[in-house]
């Protein structure tokens, strides 16, 4: 559905998107992360037909971004970070001249606007200035734009940045809803989000793509994928011995508070000790309050592979 071969992109000497390859099967919600600068919302405008690469190929839907870019736009919806909307006019009449513009006939322009204003809870606010909607209403503005055609693809760059809690939660759930029809290319700063939302994650850094994979993919792929954490009373010195020298432990963090020993475990690959360590405390007679796996997040994860990509620049 979405295929990127060797894509570059430079502004003069600076090289922005630096000969990236993905691609994006049909149906389902594709995260698309990266820092500050990373290359994100360059490569999304050179796929909307926004601006052209310096290099390589693009194609949505079998169609070339560079060579057939009518065609692109028809099947594709967009909804950029920054949402362009004429203040003046009114929501209604907003929606109308969007779908005019995309050759819909004015049943279908009817039809449309009825259901977009629906699904993107406009219905208070159809008859509203644009201008007098705060930052979150125009961000659902521009999603119901973006959906009104019925494109095959939606590309969505930061689709909740400016909503309140209760709306990204609606916002997330009419995501997914649209993964089942549609093919989702979603750009988000918020890692929890794209965990919540997201069958599979592309990570970019300084241009360049450094990870691909389902959340739980990534997750894996970290160094430290986990750490037993346990909470023991007993001499912390006594504690953190007999820790260390179980089999498996590679790293051990102990700290203590109101006589309860704080120990963070970091086993080696595919160990999990703790039953260990119940043995442990058991044969010692202390008392074991906690012992629980903390799993590695997406966040971890982004973290880990940016910061190693920034230190190779």
Not at 43 to 72: H, W
Not at 92 to 98: I, N, S, Y
Not at 108 to 131: K, M, Q, T, Y
Request: with cysteine.
């Amino acid at each position: 559905m979405i295929r990127v071969s060797n894509l570059t992109k430079s502004y003069g000497s600076l090289v922005a998107v630096d000969n990236i390859s993905f691609h994006v099967e049909r149906g389902g919600v594709v995260g698309f992360l990266g820092p500050n600068g990373a290359g994100k919302t360059t490569t999304l405008r050179v796929l909307t037909c926004y601006q052209p690469a310096t290099a390589g190929s693009a194609s949505i839907n079998g169609f070339d971004v560079f060579k057939e870019s009518m065609e692109v736009r028809r099947c594709v919806g967009y909804l950029p970070e920054n949402t362009p909307l004429y203040p003046e006019m009114r929501v209604r009449e907003f929606l109308q001249f969007r779908g005019k513009l995309r050759e819909l006939t004015p049943r279908e322009r009817n039809d449309a606007v009825a259901r977009v204003v629906d699904r993107c809870w406009l219905g208070e606010f159809i008859d509203r200035p644009i201008g007098q909607l705060s930052k979150g209403m125009k961000q659902r503005v521009g999603l119901a734009d973006a959906i009104m055609h019925d494109p095959e693809v939606l590309i969505l760059d930061e689709p909740t940045i400016g909503l309140d809690p209760a709306q990204i939660r609606e916002t997330r759930n009419l995501i997914k809803e649209l993964g089942e029809r549609h093919t989702i290319l979603l750009s988000s700063h918020i890692l929890h989000e794209v965990e919540q939302t997201c069958t599979r994650t592309i990570i970019i850094a300084a241009g360049k793509i450094v990870a691909s994979g389902s959340p739980s993919e990534l997750r894996d792929e970290l160094t430290a994928k986990t750490r037993i954490i346990a909470e023991v009373r007993g001499p912390q010195e006594e504690v953190e011995k007999g820790i260390r020298g179980l089999d498996g432990v590679k790293d051990l963090e102990i700290s203590s508070v109101d006589g309860w020993v704080h120990a963070a475990v970091e086993a080696k690959p595919d160990r999990d000790i703790r039953e260990d360590i119940f043995s442990l405390t058991a044969s010692k007679g202390w008392s074991l309050r906690e012992i629980r796996r903390e799993l590695a997040t997406l966040e971890d994860f982004f973290v880990q592979v940016t910061a190693r990509q920034s230190d190779r620049r």
